[in-house]
């Protein structure tokens, strides 16, 4: 299912020190040696307050925005991600372009 671009999702949850990083670093090497893409990011116990934390590092990682990146710059990358995997970018660019950059007077968007 994997190779055919049909995307998964895995959440691995656990006690510390369980073995949950080197669980998912395994599993990261097998599917990346297979040729599929895999995203990964962990919730930090200081992020449990900031919305769609997990999901905002999740979309800049595939979309390869940075930190930092001008709006001109994540609108391109957000636009050609979107674009590569058939998405209508009229219809879904703005609203995740606010998950990843929330206007400054927007008091419940995410915060870096």
């Not at 671009?5 to 599993?27: D, H, N, T």
Request: proline share 5%; hydrophobic share 35%.
């Amino acid at each position: 299912a994997l190779k055919q671009s049909k995307g998964r999702v895995v959440s691995v949850m656990g006690e510390p020190g369980v073995g949950k990083s080197r669980l998912s670093a395994e599993f990261r090497r097998i599917v990346e040696g297979e040729g599929v893409r895999c995203l990964y990011d962990a919730c930090m116990s200081y992020t449990t307050k900031i919305p769609y934390y997990l999901f905002r590092h999740l979309l800049m990682r595939w979309a390869d925005i940075e930190d930092g990146d001008p709006a001109s710059a994540v609108e391109l990358k957000l636009k050609t991600a979107l674009s590569h995997i058939g998405i209508d970018t009229d219809e879904w660019e703005m609203y995740l372009r606010h998950v990843i950059a929330p206007s400054a007077d927007d008091p419940n968007g995410p915060r870096t």
